[in-house]
């Protein structure tokens, strides 16, 4: 089962602009994760934010973390070609375990 | 130093056929994980390994499904009687200790398709 929900499915939008994505999950967190993964390969990790903070910047990357709502918000600035990427949202619980719990994922495109 | 890597990259076999998939963590990591994805969702959870042991094998969907770790380093996931939908990108991931705060470094992944 898949706990996370990005929110839009797909964007697109022209380089220069701002990206966000969002990303509702359903219980209680560790931590929340951003990946990137082109061409449906691997995935690179982007930014990781604990359940205790609240945003979190990444060069031109800024997340943020809303507990009571369960939800986060992945803003890309000043967007590139390059970012044209499928983006995940993935949760880890607390615990031991630390399995990822992705999203469906959100397909962004940057036009030159 | 050398990511995750996957052998093979793509596997194509036919309905029945048993394959297996390779899967080599940072060394040093002793934590390491597979999920599948399948066209257009985002990865699943299928078994995570602390050292040698499978620590959680949960999201192994049926027993055709087995991996295992021997040495606490190279893993190997085997799939028996594949199925059409066993065709999926299987990822592998690993990360340093396994606590829940850390990032999981990902593989390229290998493509298998079940013809």
């Known amino acids: 089962s898949q706990q996370g929900e990005e929110d839009p499915q797909a964007l697109s939008i022209q380089e220069g602009e701002n990206a966000t994505m969002n990303c509702s999950y359903k219980t209680s967190i560790n931590n929340l994760q951003w990946y990137r993964q082109n061409s449906g390969r691997g995935l690179v990790h982007l930014i990781l934010?604990?359940?205790?903070?609240r945003e979190k910047h990444s060069g031109r990357l800024r997340v943020t973390l809303d507990t009571s709502k369960k939800s986060s918000s992945l803003l890309i600035t000043a967007s590139r070609a390059a970012d044209t990427a499928s983006y995940f949202c993935a949760t880890a619980l607390t615990g031991a375990n630390s399995k990822l719990t992705f999203g469906k994922g959100i397909t962004l495109s940057v036009r030159p | 130093g050398a990511g995750v890597s996957q052998t093979p990259s793509n596997k194509v076999t036919e309905k029945g056929k048993y394959v297996e998939l390779r899967c080599d963590p940072i060394s040093g990591h002793t934590a390491l994980y597979w999920y599948r994805q399948s066209l257009g969702q985002g990865p699943e959870f299928l078994i995570y390994f602390q050292g040698t042991g499978a620590a959680d094998d949960s999201g192994l969907p049926n027993d055709r499904f087995f991996a295992v770790r021997p040495e606490g380093s190279v893993s190997t996931l085997k799939i028996q009687r594949t199925e059409r939908g066993d065709s999926a990108v299987y990822l592998c991931?690993?990360?340093?200790?396994?606590?829940?705060?850390?990032?999981?470094?990902f593989g390229p992944g290998t493509r298998l398709l079940v013809l």
């Open positions: 934010i604990r359940s205790n903070e």
């Open positions: 991931a690993s990360s340093s200790q396994g606590v829940s705060q850390e990032t999981q470094y």
